[in-house]
Nanobody, 116 residues
Framework: QVQFVESGGGLVQPGGSLKLSCAASGSIFLYTMGWYRQAPGKQRELVATISSGGNTNYADSVKGRFTISRDNAKNTVYLQMNSLKPEDTGVYYC???????????WGQGTQVTVSS
């Protein structure tokens, strides 16, 4: 089973940028990939997804600020986050769904904190 490891989180001031990476232990070609986040005391929520064909979907709260992308050759998915707001604070999780079986998997999460 392919495993995923996130990186790139940290502390950033409002208006700043961060780029998250999700590196897979194997090919992601047949996976729908995505990012979710969970703020303290809140449910995990969708941030963005990208299909195996490159189609993207974003939560309304991040449209125009975040960009999800994938590099199948590097088995990596990225989340470029610009114009960050305090409400973007949370643990960001890489999500995957194997398109043949529907099996889903999660990374361990990376903390993003937006604060002055």
């Amino acid at each position: 089973q392919v495993q995923f490891v996130e990186s790139g989180g940290g502390l950033v001031q409002p208006g700043g940028s961060l780029k998250l990476s999700c590196a897979a232990s194997g090919s992601i070609f047949l996976y729908t990939m995505g990012w979710y986040r969970q703020a303290p005391g809140k449910q995990r929520e969708l941030v963005a997804t990208i299909s195996s064909g490159g189609n993207t979907n974003y939560a309304d709260s991040v449209k125009g600020r975040f960009t999800i992308s994938r590099d199948n050759a590097k088995n990596t998915v990225y989340l470029q986050m610009n114009s960050l707001k305090p409400e973007d604070t949370g643990v960001y999780y890489c999500y995957s769904r194997y398109i043949r079986t529907g099996l889903t998997s999660w990374g361990q999460g990376t903390q993003v904190t937006v604060s002055s």
